[in-house]
C-alpha cells in the first residue's frame, strides 16, 4: 500500500481503505447471522429477507444522488455522512435484537426497529463509497490512478469475504447473536475517528467522480468502474441521442444481467435458511449462525478466485464468461438445493460462485463494448441499476417458493441459468462498437 500512491501518502491511503472495508463486512457480516437470529425470534423468513430488500432498496435509490452530492459538499464529508450512517444503524440495530433476543421487546417489534435502523445503513451507506473513490482519483496522477482505484475498490470485495469470516468470533456471551453488530458498530466508531483524525479535506487536484457502489453482499467483488473521463479528452461533440433501454446493441446484455441477477440474488437470500434446515440447526442457531458465516465466506472466496484469478488468467471475453458463468451458476445451485451436509452445500454454493463471478463481469462487459465511448456513462448507469434492483424483492421471492417446496426456489433459480445459456448462445454476440 505504501508503494500504490506517490500523491496519497500510505496512512491516508488505508484510512480509505477501511472505509470501503468496513461497509461491505459489516453488511456481510448480519448476513450471515441474520436467518439464525429470525429463528431464534421465531420470525417468518420472508419477513427476515424482506430486511434486507429494504437496505438494498434504499441503497439502490439514495446511491446516485450521494455520487453527485460529494462534487458539492466535499469527498471527505461524505465518506463521513457513509461511515455514521454504517456506526448508528450497526448499533442501533444490535441493540434492538439484543433487546428482542433477552425478551424485552417482542419480536414483531424488534424486527420493525431493526428496519427502521437498517434504513441508516441503505439510506446513507451508499454515500461512502463513491465519495473515496473520487477523492482517490482527484488526487492521483494519471499513470497511477489505476493502481490506486484498483486497490479501493478491491478493498470493498475483500470486506465481502472478511464479514461471514469473522462474524461468528464475535457472536460474545452477554450480547450473543447480536454481538457482530455491535462489534462493526465500534470499528466503524474508531474509523470514523481515524477519518476525522488523518484525512485532510485540502482541494482536489484533479476533477473526478465516483463510481456508484453496488449493494455489497457476500458475493465477492462487483467489477469496478468508473465515469472519469480522460484528461486529455477532446472537446465535447454535439450530444448524441440518448442511449436507451430498448437500444438493439445492449438489450441482449442486459437482459442476461437481469435473469442471471435474479438467480444469484434468490441464491444467496435462501442459503441461510437451507442450512438451517438441512444442517437441522433451528433449535441451534447459534451454530448455524457459525455454518453459514463458512458457506457464505467459501461463496466469497470462489468469487474471488474467478474474478482476481480465471477471467484475468483465461482472458476471458464477454460472451465465454456469462455462458461458462450461467452453467456453472445452474449446476451449482442445483448441487447446493440436492445437498444435504455441510461439505455437499459448501462445494454447490462455492461452484455456482464461481459461475457468477465469471458471469457479472461478463455480462457488464458485454454491454459496455456494444457502444462507443461516449455511452459508457449510460451504459453503466444501466448495469448498476440492473444488479441492484436484482436484490430489491428477488430474495424475498427465493425465500417464499423454498418454504413452500425447497427444490421449487432453487428449480426456477436453475432455470434461469439454464435459460440463460440457451437463449444467450445465439443472443450474445460482440458487435464491435464505432468511436
Known amino acids: 500500500m505504501a508503494t500504490t500512491s506517490r500523491s496519497i501518502p500510505a496512512d491516508r491511503m488505508a484510512v480509505l481503505f477501511a472505509v470501503m472495508l468496513v461497509a461491505a463486512a459489516g453488511n456481510t457480516a448480519m448476513q450471515s447471522i441474520l436467518p439464525a437470529i429470525g429463528a431464534k425470534l421465531h420470525i417468518p423468513d420472508v419477513w427476515v429477507s424482506l430486511a434486507f430488500s429494504w437496505s438494498a432498496l434504499l441503497w439502490v435509490a439514495t446511491a446516485p444522488h450521494w455520487a453527485r452530492q460529494s462534487d458539492k459538499r466535499g469527498r471527505k464529508a461524505l465518506m463521513a455522512l457513509g461511515v455514521i450512517g454504517f456506526f448508528a444503524s450497526m448499533a442501533l440495530c444490535g441493540l434492538a435484537l439484543w433487546a428482542g433476543l433477552e425478551g424485552y421487546v417482542a419480536a414483531g417489534t424488534t424486527f420493525i426497529l431493526f428496519a427502521l435502523f437498517r434504513s441508516l445503513y441503505g439510506g446513507l451507506g451508499s454515500a461512502a463509497p463513491p465519495a473515496v473513490q473520487a477523492y482517490v482519483a482527484a488526487r492521483t496522477d494519471p499513470a497511477e490512478r489505476t493502481q490506486a482505484l484498483s486497490l479501493v475498490s478491491s478493498s470493498f470485495g475483500l470486506g465481502t469475504v472478511v464479514g461471514p469470516a469473522v462474524a461468528p468470533f464475535f457472536i460474545l456471551p452477554f450480547v450473543g447473536l447480536a454481538g457482530p453488530m455491535l462489534v462493526f458498530a465500534l470499528i466503524g466508531l474508531f474509523v470514523l475517528v481515524m477519518l476525522r483524525w488523518r484525512l485532510p479535506n485540502d482541494m482536489p487536484r484533479f476533477a473526478a467522480r465516483g463510481a456508484i457502489a453496488p449493494y455489497p453482499l457476500s458475493a465477492g467483488p462487483a467489477?469496478?468502474?468508473?465515469?472519469?473521463?480522460?484528461?486529455?479528452?477532446?472537446?465535447?461533440?454535439?450530444?448524441?441521442?440518448?442511449?436507451?433501454?430498448?437500444?438493439?446493441?445492449?438489450?441482449?446484455?442486459?437482459?442476461?444481467?437481469?435473469?442471471?441477477?435474479?438467480?444469484?440474488?434468490?441464491?444467496?437470500?435462501?442459503?441461510?435458511?437451507?442450512?438451517?434446515?438441512?444442517?437441522?440447526?433451528?433449535?441451534?442457531?447459534?451454530?448455524?449462525?457459525?455454518?453459514?458465516?463458512?458457506?457464505?465466506?467459501?461463496?466469497?472466496?470462489?468469487?474471488?478466485?474467478?474474478q482476481w484469478g480465471l477471467i484475468p488468467l483465461l482472458k476471458m471475453s464477454a460472451r465465454p464468461a456469462v455462458l461458462l458463468g450461467a452453467a456453472l451458476g445452474g449446476i451449482g445451485i442445483l448441487l447446493t438445493g440436492l445437498s444435504d451436509d455441510l461439505h455437499g452445500i459448501m462445494?454447490?454454493?462455492?461452484?455456482?460462485?464461481?459461475?457468477?463471478?465469471?458471469?457479472?463481469?461478463?455480462?457488464?462487459?458485454?454491454?459496455?463494448?456494444?457502444?462507443?465511448?461516449?455511452?459508457?456513462?449510460?451504459?453503466?448507469?444501466?448495469?448498476?441499476?440492473?444488479?441492484g434492483s436484482a436484490y430489491i424483492i428477488s430474495p424475498a421471492i427465493g425465500v417464499l417458493l423454498y418454504n413452500w417446496h425447497a427444490m421449487a426456489g432453487y428449480g426456477l433459480m436453475a432455470a434461469f441459468c439454464g435459460w440463460l445459456v440457451v437463449w444467450g448462445w445465439t443472443a450474445l454476440r460482440q458487435q464491435p462498437a464505432e468511436g
Open 223 to 306: 467489477e469496478p468502474s468508473s465515469d472519469e473521463e480522460d484528461d486529455a479528452a477532446p472537446a465535447p461533440a454535439p450530444a448524441p441521442p440518448p442511449l436507451r433501454w430498448s437500444d438493439p446493441r445492449i438489450r441482449p446484455w442486459l437482459a442476461a444481467g437481469f435473469f442471471g441477477g435474479q438467480a444469484q440474488a434468490m441464491m444467496l437470500g435462501v442459503i441461510g435458511f437451507l442450512i438451517l434446515d438441512r444442517l437441522q440447526l433451528r433449535l441451534k442457531p447459534d451454530e448455524g449462525a457459525a455454518m453459514t458465516g463458512i458457506v457464505l465466506m467459501a461463496g466469497a472466496f470462489a468469487t474471488l478466485l474467478s
Open 347 to 387: 462445494f454447490g454454493f462455492a461452484l455456482a460462485s464461481l459461475g457468477f463471478g465469471l458471469f457479472r463481469p461478463g455480462f457488464t462487459a458485454g454491454a459496455s463494448l456494444a457502444v462507443p465511448r461516449r455511452d459508457q456513462g449510460a451504459v453503466a448507469g444501466m448495469t448498476a441499476s440492473i444488479n
